[in-house]
């Protein structure tokens, strides 16, 4: 059984003349492993797709299914209770909050949620991810990779079974950005977990297991000739 | 409280300084409040000695003590459980060296106004009075010989008593003899039976009966019409409620303002799934903890300023009332944080996700 499944999930914004159809009937699957990258062109619909999946919007019409739970038929309670166990978000750099330090950023979600890694596994995932040293520091003493890795360490602290990561390269440079999708693709492959990346980077897209690509709120898998006969 | 402290802890400035804010509006009002009990019991502490319930007076007085003229018989003509009769009036001592605003209280010995001695004797001659302790400060002392203005009497303090102030001045209590000699001059024999009121101890002032033209005053009625006394004291717990109310708006300003920096935080906040609640109580937490701190030194401060000034400043501080107007401080600012809560729970995680 797929992890993640949408079926003809269908988001308007607006009406009238002024309505937008951000996502036409899109039908999705993912597994578990899976490290899945959406790219397209701004305004084609990726992050609309990513919210919805991620339960903070709800589509016009169809249906997410996540772990067997159909997300789209849940009260708001049960739905941001689902968000908080089995999605994990990551977002721009700049984005931790900036009077906590790492290992306190951390130490946050212990106050909000239960099913977070144990002492060794958190041990291990600061290895992977060689932020060891900085458990200590404030956001504003780091650099914009190592800001990233701890916005990962965050997502994948609670145990989630979906990473959902809006251009988490989009203020890193080009090694940062080869680096920090290096480090979600294992962490990917070791956790068993599913993660889909939306971006702008075409040079990332061999890393992943899966492209598709958004275009006017279609969702289609990625093809290289696509794009080479523009 | 982990993300309230904790931002405290890393801000230690702002949150400083707004403490110190607050804390300077609570000392304020604490000293305002220290100010209107002392002006207050500057004008009922010899009422409140009295620990009676009810006063009656001729009706055309208009609840005025020293305006109020009635006899010993129409004392007589009242029924109720324990009465003392009185006899007022103002002047200015003077022992040669001092002057000192008093005020006369013509008592019987043995009824219930009649005061403790906390330091000498009780009168037992005529012309011998006992004094309120407020004039031992102003530089009066036993044995000393007091002329009054506008009589030819002179009286001795032979003891002292203490919380004897009525309507601003120090009291002198002496027997009804001496009373009206000293207040009617020559006239006195005629007017041997004059009193202004007689106070009334009873569990039921409702059933008091009087003579015609002659009503029964409740205790609170009666200081609640002393000249001025309920103006001073409204204008006073104006300005606390002034103060307060203040207090909360600096406290919703300073709120709002860091709110609306930490707007894209919370969003993303939000979005990992931390509820609007969780946020909202980290904020009221800090709410708290500033004022209640504040508060806490203020009352401190209040009590070390009052400890060092001098004893003509008429404050007084009364705990429960300190007590009371510090929760209401503390819980007007936790309603001031209201406008930042509500930013909070309207804040759209989407805003954070956003591409
Ligand atoms: N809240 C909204 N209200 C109205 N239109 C929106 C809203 N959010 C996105 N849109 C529109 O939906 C379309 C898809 O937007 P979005 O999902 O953000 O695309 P992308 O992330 O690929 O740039 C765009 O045309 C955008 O203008
Ligand atoms: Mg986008």
Redesign the pocket.
Do not use: E, N
């Given at each position: 059984m797929a992890i993640l499944q949408l079926d003809k999930v269908k988001k308007t914004?607006?009406a009238g003349h002024k309505k937008?159809e951000?996502l036409k009937e899109i039908d999705f699957t993912a597994e578990r492993g899976d490290f899945i990258a959406i790219i397209?062109p701004?305004?084609?619909?990726?992050?609309?797709f990513l919210t919805i999946i991620g339960g903070l919007l709800t589509p016009t019409s169809g249906e997410v299914i996540i772990n067997n739970q159909t997300m789209t038929a849940m009260n708001e309670k049960n739905r941001s209770k689902l968000r908080l166990n089995e999605i994990g978000f990551i977002l721009q750099a700049s984005n931790l909050v900036p009077f906590l330090t790492v290992a306190d950023q951390l130490r946050l979600l212990d106050k909000v949620k239960n099913n977070n890694m144990t002492k060794e596994q958190l041990e291990g995932l600061y290895k992977d991810l060689e932020i060891a040293d900085l458990r200590a520091k404030y956001p504003a003493d780091l650099s914009g990779g190592q800001r990233q890795r701890v916005a990962i360490a965050k997502a994948l602290y609670s145990n989630p079974s979906i990473i959902l990561a809006d251009e988490p390269t989009a203020s890193l440079d080009t090694n940062l950005a080869f680096e920090v999708t290096d480090i979600l693709k294992r962490e990917t492959k070791s956790k068993n977990t599913t993660t889909i990346v939306v971006t702008h980077d075409m040079r990332l897209i061999n890393y992943f297991d899966k492209v598709y690509q958004?275009e006017d709120g279609v969702l289609a898998e990625y093809k290289e000739e696509v794009l080479g006969n523009e | 409280m982990f993300l309230a402290w904790k931002e405290m802890k890393k801000n230690k400035l702002r949150f400083t300084l707004i403490t110190g804010v607050l804390m300077l509006v609570a000392f304020l009002v604490f000293f305002l409040s220290g100010l209107a009990t002392g002006l207050q019991q500057l004008n009922r502490e010899a009422v409140d000695k009295w620990d009676a319930d009810a006063i009656v007076l001729t009706e055309e007085s208009d609840k005025s003590l020293g305006l109020s003229s009635m006899t010993v018989q129409d004392h007589e003509g009242i029924d109720a459980d324990e009465t003392a009769i009185l006899g007022q009036f103002s002047a200015i001592a003077n022992n040669d060296d001092e002057k000192a605003n008093i005020s006369v209280f013509g008592i019987n010995e043995d009824e219930f106004l009649m005061p403790e001695v906390t330091d000498g004797e009780k009168f037992t001659k005529e012309n011998e009075v006992i004094a309120g302790d407020k004039l031992k400060e102003d530089g009066f002392a036993i044995g000393d010989t007091l002329s009054l203005s506008g009589t030819e009497a002179e009286l001795t303090i032979v003891g002292f008593t203490d919380n004897a102030r009525f309507h601003g001045s120090p009291v002198l209590y002496t027997d009804l003899d001496t009373f009206h000699r000293v207040k009617f001059g020559e006239l006195a024999e005629q007017n041997s039976d004059r009193i202004n009121g007689v106070v009334i101890r009873t569990d039921n002032v409702d059933a008091i009966e009087t003579p015609e033209e002659i009503e029964v005053i409740g205790i609170d009625t009666f200081i609640e019409n002393l000249p001025g006394y309920t103006e001073q004291n409204l204008t006073l717990n104006l300005m606390i409620y002034f103060l307060i109310v203040i207090s909360a708006i600096i406290v919703a300003i300073f709120l709002y303002v860091l709110t609306v920096q930490k707007m894209s935080m919370f969003g993303v906040l939000k979005a990992q799934g931390i509820s609007s609640r969780y946020l909202a109580n980290s904020v009221i937490a800090q709410t708290f903890l500033i004022s209640f701190i504040g508060v806490v030194i203020g009352f401190g401060l209040t009590l070390l300023t009052g400890a060092f000034l001098p004893s003509a400043v008429p404050v007084s501080f009364d705990m429960v009332t300190m007590i009371i107007y510090g929760l209401i401080f503390v819980v007007v600012a936790i309603m001031g944080a209201v406008f930042s809560v509500r930013t909070i729970v309207k804040i759209d995680p989407l805003q954070a996700i956003?591409?």
């Open positions: 914004y607006g937008v951000a397209g701004s305004g084609s619909g990726k992050s609309t958004m | 956003g591409g």
